[in-house]
């Protein structure tokens, strides 16, 4: 999904990681730069929270870019590590790479834990880098070091001051979340009355979003049996498109205002929820520029 090899060299690998961490909530005590590290790329410190007190923990950060040879990181890419660990009085050992790394690197910092000789250790792979850069919050990360899959991969951007899911209705699953995996997983329910009167608009009483299959089924089967009502819906893979995001807007609004269909107070605040969640799909990341813009003409109240 992500192309590191987007990612030049070494040297904007390890500024990379250095941001990425900052974004994870960690504090640099040593950046990145030109050199002889004697071992580190980086020192980072967290402020860990016990029972009886705080603590701050200190890592030892070595950052390897192997995207383009697409080999893993091995021992030999990772020499001393005790030795390393120690000299710069830190506790943990993070591993920060653009491919794997290999079983015996594994089994090595593994040994090193259990035997008490360093805190911890955690390695940031590919896989788990790619899983973070697509969550809420890290798009301009993307966008920055990583433009090419930033405009495949599309993620997801605040329009809020928060992040405002898609939860299905009946297993809460995240079907925003879901767009990552399988376009098509989720769609969006239109609940209204049997009119007996088709001169009349139609009411929509409920909307509802929910997983495709069982979930969309059992909700719809509720409706039609307990309060006779029936259900339409569209795809929110086919509404996560910007073309078809504007046409199921226009479609509505035109609905509305040939008076062919009404919305209930109900039905309307769930129809503005989802189009803000799905906004975040669609629309582009709002600039720090613009962010300030906004907090000087507006509130988000009108969502």
């Not at 997801?156 to 995240?174: I, M, Q």
Request: with cysteine; net charge negative.
């Amino acid at each position: 999904m992500i192309d590191f090899k987007e990612i030049p060299n070494g040297e904007i690998w390890e500024l990379f990681a250095r941001d990425f961490l900052v974004q994870l909530g960690f504090f640099i005590e040593s950046s990145p730069d030109r050199g002889a590290d004697a071992g580190k790329d980086m020192l980072i410190s967290e402020e860990l929270t016990g029972a009886l007190g705080r603590y701050r923990l200190r890592w030892l950060v070595s950052c390897k870019h192997n995207a383009v040879s697409g080999k893993s990181v091995n021992e030999d890419d990772e020499k001393n590590i005790l030795d390393r660990v120690k000299s710069f009085d830190a506790q943990g050992f993070i591993g920060f790479y653009s491919t794997l790394p290999s079983s015996a690197l594994n089994s090595r910092l593994k040994q090193l834990r259990d035997g008490g000789k360093i805190k911890d250790y955690r390695i940031f792979d590919h896989k788990l880098i790619e899983d973070y850069l697509i969550q809420i919050g890290f798009s301009i990360l993307l966008m920055r070091y990583l433009p090419q899959s930033y405009r495949v991969i599309k993620p997801l951007h605040l329009v809020n001051p928060e992040y405002v899911p898609l939860e299905c209705r009946r297993c809460g699953k995240d079907l925003l979340e879901t767009l990552y995996q399988e376009q098509y997983l989720g769609l969006i329910g239109f609940v209204e009355s049997e009119r007996d009167d088709y001169s009349k608009p139609r009411v929509i009483e409920d909307v509802y979003w929910a997983c495709k299959d069982g979930c969309d089924e059992l909700i719809s089967d509720h409706y039609l049996q307990t309060e006779g009502k029936l259900t339409g819906w569209e795809d929110i893979g086919d509404i996560a498109i910007p073309a078809f995001f504007l046409e199921f807007i226009f479609r509505i609004m035109k609905d509305i205002r040939n008076e062919s269909c009404v919305f209930t107070d109900n039905a309307y605040g769930q129809l503005k929820e989802f189009l803000v969640a799905i906004s975040q799909k669609v629309l582009r990341e709002t600039t720090p520029l613009e962010k300030e813009r906004i907090g000087k003409l507006m509130d988000f109240d009108f969502l």
